[in-house]
């Protein structure tokens, strides 16, 4: 018969202490290291550098943003399991403001008029080079009016331009940011008054909160890696981000929870019933992945129009790119889809730190696959050997640690579990049958 448990933080050690004080320096160390051996290891190349660089953040933002989903979702269902996973949701969540400093570098090679990253902010982006006739048609169209573009340029110039890219930018970290924001400082706040009332404030906010998540991740998703080729769309593109993102986020709230026990925190709060239960969400968001990932490839494939094609021929027809593509379909979603198969599995803590980090390796190996590709789309020089692939992992290294900086600063001595949270009891006395 199973004993019910009162609604009290039994855990010895609930925060950080003065561990992030000694993890902050570390971290930005290897950070910097990371990101600098990125850009060695491109041979001073600034644009294979802002390529790598793009991919290691997307990496890391998707987490933050798939976390600030998980703690919006949790208040508008009424979830009561979650939440002594929740604060950890919530920190991660809060990330995302200061990652717009990080997001800096890239935003100013958009700002300054370069197109080392995004093709769309010079003119003559919807001309293939390569040959001299098309190499004079761009070289003509430098520093041209809008009105004497090509008319798909000049159709595309109303939202693809760097101002209102800009504004978008800021916009979307304003918005996920002031979310994580109220999200964390209430419940904070409950963890002083015990004040019910603060829960159905945040569950009230959850569901506008939700419509303005959905509508900033999917433009942002547009923005910030769809447009690297502004020739080619897919409305399926962004649920296909948040899948990945979503995934990514049950991942690392999943390790930093099995971390924190593993150190002698928050041990008695988080129990084998919590993660079983985001191993059941893993696995269906690997499933859900894997069917979003062949619903975009089956509705191009079916139509067969070129304006759609070329983005998945470059994928998995050309060389390199083929072998890349199959990695991440058996890694993505075979692989994890038989990790967490059995309760037995997901019941077992050493297969689900396993899975955890392998689905957040291919996730990275994911975002790679939608980046990269673009950098020279006309010349396939893709290859797994040589520098190209070290250049990449030094800069997710790098990326990281530097994440891991910011999430510590973030957290200080904070409680890493809500302490008077209406709902702890059901938390404290959850069993999955």
């Given amino acids: 018969m199973h004993n019910t448990r009162p609604a009290k933080i039994t855990s010895p050690i609930t925060s950080l202490n003065e561990g992030y004080l000694r993890t902050i320096p570390v971290a930005l160390i290897v950070g910097a290291i990371g990101i600098g051996a990125s850009f060695f290891l491109g041979g001073g190349s600034m644009e294979s550098f802002m390529f790598n660089y793009l ?22 269902t009424r979830a009561g399991w979650s939440a002594t996973v929740r604060r950890i949701a919530e920190l991660y969540a809060m990330v995302s403001l200061p990652l717009l400093i990080l997001f800096l570098p890239i935003l100013m090679t958009v700002i300054s008029g370069s197109d080392v990253i995004y093709s769309w902010n010079v003119p003559g982006f919807t001309i293939h080079g390569g040959t001299p006739e098309a190499d004079a048609q761009i070289a003509a169209l430098a520093g041209s009016a809008v009105s004497e573009r090509p008319p798909l340029e000049q159709l595309k110039a109303a939202f693809l331009n760097k101002g209102f890219f800009t504004a978008r930018i800021i916009a979307y970290f304003l918005i996920w940011g002031g979310m994580a924001w109220f999200f964390l400082s209430n419940s904070l706040k409950q963890d002083q ?17 939700m419509i303005l998540f959905a509508a900033s991740i999917t433009f942002a998703s547009f923005d910030l890696e769809m447009s690297l080729s502004p020739l080619w769309f897919s409305t399926m593109f962004p649920v296909y981000f948040f899948a990945g993102s979503f995934l990514a986020a049950l991942s690392t709230i999943m390790l930093t929870a099995l971390w924190l026990q593993r150190t002698g925190r928050v041990t008695d709060e988080i129990t084998t019933e919590h993660y079983h239960d985001l191993g059941k969400l893993m696995q269906g968001f690997v499933i ?28 998995i027809n050309q060389a390199g790119w083929k072998g890349f593509s199959l990695i991440l379909l058996v890694g993505h979603l075979f692989i994890p889809f038989f990790l967490l198969m059995g309760r037995g599995l997901r019941r077992n803590k050493t297969i689900l730190t396993i899975s955890a980090i392998f689905i957040l390796v291919m996730h990275w190996v994911d975002h790679y696959w939608i980046i990269m590709p673009q950098m020279d789309p006309h010349h396939n020089t893709f290859t797994l050997s040589g520098t190209g692939i070290l250049q990449g992992l030094a800069g997710m290294v790098g990326m990281i640690a530097v994440y891991i900086a910011l999430f510590c600063l973030i957290t200080r001595n904070r409680p890493l579990v809500p302490l008077k949270d209406p709902r702890l009891g059901e938390a404290l006395n959850h069993e999955v049958h």
């Avoid at 004040?195 to 909160?209: C, D, G, N, V, Y």
């Fill in 193 to 209: 008054t015990g004040e019910k009332a603060l829960t159905a404030k945040m569950q009230a906010f959850s569901a506008p909160f």
């Fill in 55 to 76: 991919v290691s953040f997307c990496y890391v933002l998707s987490i933050s943003l798939g976390c600030l989903f998980f703690v919006t979702i949790m208040h508008l």
């Fill in 288 to 315: 859900f992945w894997g069917y979003i990932a062949f619903s975009q490839f089956l509705l191009i494939w079916y139509a067969n129009i070129p304006e759609e094609t070329f983005w998945y021929d470059l994928r």
